[in-house]
Each structure stands twice: as C-alpha cells, then as structure tokens.
C-alpha cells in the first residue's frame, strides 16, 4: 500500500494519541522507521515555513540597466565584468559586480580573455581605410582577340576603380596605369597604404616604385591562395557574372564602354552587403515610415548595356 504526502503527515502527527489496538493494526502496514522518518520530514517542513524570509529577495536589474551593460561589453572586448562594473560607478549607476557577471553569464557572453582574441575579419576591417587590392580580368572578344582588364578596389568603401583594358599589358602601360591610380586617390584623399596583389608577371617593378614613391607598399598574396585576396577575387566573380558572362563583347572598344558603363553601375547603384545595402557612392535612402499608406508604388527601371543591367528607382 502506497500512502499519499497528505496521509503520511497525518498519521504522523496522530501517532502518539492512538490507542495500542490500532497501533497494533498499523504495524502491519507500516514499519516504525517509517512513520519516524514521516514525523521528521513534517518538523522540517515546519521549521522551513517558519524560517521563510518575510521580505522578497533582491530586485530585478533595471532593463536599460541590462542593455547598457551589453552594450559596453560588445564596443569594448577586452573589458571583464570588473571593469564594466567600475564604468558604470563613473556613470552614477549603483550595482555589485556580482550582478554584472550574473547577467554576462546569463547572455551567453564569454569572459574577456575569449572575446578580446582578434579574428581575421575583424582584423581586416581594422585596416581597410589603408587596403587597396589589384587584380587582372581576361576575357576573349568575337574577334578573337585576349583582353585584360586592370581592376583596384578600395576595402573601406568598396569602391571599384579600373585602370584600363588593354590586349597588350606592358610594362609601360601598367605604371602609366598605376600613376594615373596615385593621382585619383590623392584627389580623393585616400590615404591607402597597402596594396593587395597575386605573383602575376604582368605587374612590372616600376609599378611597385611609383606605389613606393607614393607610400604604397605592395603585399603579395600566396601562390594559390585567393582567400588572401578575397574581396578583389569577389568583385571579379561579380563583373563575370552579371557583366562579361551575360553579353557578347565585339572588340576592346565595345569592351571599354561595358566595363565602364558596370563600373557606374557598380559604384553607384548596386547595392552591397558589407555596406548596409548601400552603394560606395551612394548612401542607403530611408525606409518608408508607412507602406500600407501607399496606394500606388510607382518605380521605374533603367536599362543599361541592352538590358544586361537594370535599375530601378521611384518615378519623379
């Protein structure tokens, strides 16, 4: 026989004024340990009501309070609980480290040591305001003829610059094109310091004097390796794909307009991730505060190459 919680405390508390005849009876139900064991689990209930704080426990932190904390740990990795703790102390804000640490661990947030390791894509974003990167295109026209297209890319802003198309990459031709390069960036004021290259034997050593003149140095990628040079390998797959794969280029002077009608489009219109959906030469407009207010969603589209490239913006 099984006796509930409710009975247990009952026939413990009534053990003692019962007469022998039905203790008698109640050993065969029950052993004495038991009903003793009973009697005590019963005193401890007691005892735990009796002991049971009359205030509540520590208040709940503050949300803004949360938020702020969160905050300060993502802007500053390398900042412990400790040292989040004593930021907030300079700001008037009244709370013990504890707290700090409790609500880090309840976020998932890892100690300092494990947030302040740089990875490389953070690394790279560091550093993007002095990176630039340079790559060659090839690409054959219905005539048969081989053409290069001389490409750089700024990493902070992710604009596409490209220097030239040409079926002949000579020396000559690409330090004229690097020159004309220093002269654009100065007019800009980009203050790039680096610039990203594979081993191609189409980059001359007059090149590398006149980036060196102008406080450029070159880094050379590993030999097949275009992880290291990931964002110029990245515009490249972009022109192929929506550019050089999607039309047929008759000669180098049709070739020159597509390139140069891609690069606008590029630069000015098409939107990027790394950049908020923004365009390098153009900011990301507001969004619409209320689209269930517009009856008519007029936007217009515009061609450019034939079609091969569309844009779209709202009717005036």
């Known amino acids: 026989m099984t006796f509930a919680p409710e009975d247990r405390a009952f026939l413990a508390a009534l053990l003692t004024p019962l007469p022998r005849e039905v203790l008698r009876r109640l050993r065969l139900l029950m052993r004495p340990d038991t009903v003793l064991r009973w009697h005590r689990d019963l005193l401890k209930q007691r005892h735990a009501r009796a002991c049971r704080p009359k205030r509540p426990g520590r208040p709940p932190t503050v949300c803004s309070i949360r938020m702020l904390i969160l905050r300060l740990v993502r802007e ?3 900042w412990g609980y400790r040292r989040v703790h004593g930021e907030l102390t300079t700001l008037g804000i009244k709370i013990a480290p504890s707290t700090v640490g409790e609500i880090l661990k309840q976020e998932g947030v890892d100690p300092s040591p494990a947030r302040a390791s740089t990875m490389w894509a953070a690394f790279l974003r560091l550093q993007a305001d002095a990176l630039l990167a340079c790559d060659f295109i090839e690409t054959v026209t219905l005539d048969g003829r081989r053409q290069y297209i001389l490409a750089v890319i700024e990493h902070a802003s992710r604009r596409a610059r490209v220097l030239g198309t040409t079926a002949h990459p000579t020396a000559a031709w690409v330090s004229q094109a690097f020159k004309n ?27 590398e004097e006149v980036l060196a003149d102008a406080g450029i140095h070159t880094v050379l990628t590993g030999v097949c390796i275009p992880r290291m040079n990931a964002i110029m390998e990245r515009w490249v797959q972009s022109c192929r794909r929506e550019l050089l794969d999607r039309c047929l280029v008759w000669n180098e002077r049709h070739l020159r307009r597509a390139r140069h009608e891609y690069e606008e489009f590029y630069n000015e219109h098409r939107a990027h991730q790394g950049l908020a959906q923004a365009a390098p030469l153009r900011p990301a407009p507001d ?5 269930g207010a517009i009856v008519n969603l007029s936007v217009r589209r515009r061609d450019r190459l034939g079609g091969v490239l569309h844009e779209y913006s709202h009717a005036a």
């Open 76 to 78: 500053n990795p390398s």
């Open 181 to 207: 390069l220093v002269m654009d960036l100065e007019d800009a004021g980009c203050r790039a310091r680096y610039l990203i290259r594979d081993g191609d034997g189409k980059f001359p050593t007059l090149m």
């Open 287 to 291: 969004p619409i505060s209320d689209l």
